[in-house]
Structure formats: C-alpha cells, structure tokens
Antibody
Framework: EVQLVQSGAEVKKPGESLRISCKSS????????IGWVRQMPGKGLDWLGI????????RYSRSFRGQVTISADSSITTAYLQWSSLQASDSAMYYC???????????????WGQGTLVTVS | DIVMTQSPDSLAVSLGERATINCKSS?????????LAWYQQKPGQPPKLLIY???TRGSGVPDRFSGSGSGTDFTLTISSLQAEDVAVYYC?????????FGQGTKVEIK
C-alpha cells in the first residue's frame, strides 16, 4: 500500500529553523516526484515546489524560491521541507504529495500525506 | 505562471441533483492530453485526486464524478450529489511548473 506519512505538528518562534519530513512507502521512491503544498488557515492550495528523488531535480514556485528548501534522502525514502528562519506568515498546514513522472516533468498528485501543521508564534 | 480561475466560488445543490464546477486556465493546457486534474478536499482531510488528464477518474472514484473540457475550459460534474460529496473542489494545471491550483469551489447541500 502506498503511504506518505508526515512528521508531527510543530510550534516555533519567529526566526527559528525547521525541517518537516514526509516518509514514503509501498512504491519505488526514486520513480516518482514528491511535491509540497501549503494551505493557510481557511484558504486554498499553494504549490511550493517539487523534487524528483531519482536525480534530485528540484523545482520551486517563484513565490517560494529562496524561502524554503526541498530535499530528499532516497536511502530512507524521505522528503523534507526546510526553513532557515521562520516568519509568522509561514503558519499553515503543509502537505507532501506524490506525482507520477512524465518525460522529466511531474504530473498530477495521486497520493497525499496527512499534513503537518506549522505554527509560528 | 498559469492562472486557474474556478466558478462559482460556492454552490448549494439538493441531494440527487447535478453539481457543475467550471475551471478556466489563462493558457491552453493541451499538449498530447489536457494537463488538468481535479481534487476533492473534505474538512480536516488532505485533498484527494478525483480526475486527471481532464477526464480520467482516479482509483476508486465513484462514476457520478466526471470531468470534461479541453484547451482552456474544463468542467467537473457530480451527476447526483450525495451527502458525502460536501467538500471543496480544486482544479490544478500540471502543464507547466509551477503547477497552479484554482481558488476552490465549496459544494454544500441545499
């Protein structure tokens, strides 16, 4: 069974760093993209970026490039979303999601993690 | 970036009636196929894939959900609304990175 299991909720202060994780199982980790999606309270879905663990090809939304870092460790089938200095405006639910791969491009998100709530206050 | 605009923002439909949600993209999503997906998000849950390639139902998705359209104009139809279909629905384009989502359409029971 395909599963994406995210790390637990975090409460941080402004200026602190944070890394949240997304552990994948039930499929070949290096053959799919893993993306990250933000959902602020009561709002819609924002696409942050995506990584292909097979070759570490990483793409970011212009709005989030430089604000977050996406990485993956294929040896433990885990993807990460990282901040070096959190702001209150980073408070949101963050989802990881798996995307099948086309020719060097990600497709739709076919499986989602349960979400990690980040609170910065 | 490609802008995705959904309409309406919300709609209320009687049980058993049809619900229709529209999604318009700022540029064509058609290459060999239409690079358009639909998701359903129920309160307190992550989104769930309903439709991809504009009209292909995801695994286990009931056949009352259907997707249509091509190019820049797309539609998600729920043929006979059930109580468990109360949710927010999002379209997403994956034609270009960054992928972009519509703002969401909230479906309620009238």
């Amino acid at each position: 069974e395909v599963q994406l299991v995210q790390s637990g909720a975090e409460v941080k202060k402004p200026g602190e760093s944070l890394r949240i994780s997304c552990k994948s199982s039930g499929y070949r980790f290096t053959n799919y993209w893993i993306g990250w999606v933000r959902q602020m309270p009561g709002k819609g879905l924002d696409w942050l970026g995506i990584i292909y663990p097979g070759d570490s090809d990483t793409r970011y939304s212009r709005s989030f490039r430089g604000q977050v870092t996406i990485s993956a460790d294929s040896s433990i089938t885990t993807a990460y979303l990282q901040w070096s200095s959190l702001q209150a405006s980073d408070s949101a639910m963050y989802y990881c999601a798996r995307a099948p791969s086309g020719t060097s491009v990600p497709y739709y998100f076919d499986r989602w993690g349960q979400g990690t709530l980040v609170t910065v206050s | 970036d490609i802008v995705m605009t959904q309409s309406p923002d919300s709609l209320a439909v009687s049980l058993g009636e049809r619900a229709t949600i529209n999604c318009k993209s700022s540029q064509s999503l058609l290459y060999s196929s239409n690079y358009l997906a639909w998701y359903q998000q129920k309160p307190g849950q992550p989104p769930k894939l309903l439709i991809y390639w504009a009209s292909t139902r995801g695994s286990g998705v009931p056949d009352r959900f259907s997707g249509s359209g091509s190019g820049t104009d797309f539609t998600l139809t729920i043929s006979s609304l059930q109580a468990e279909d109360v949710a927010v629905y999002y379209c997403q384009q994956y034609y270009n990175t960054p992928d972009t989502f519509g703002q969401g359409t909230k479906v309620e029971i009238k």
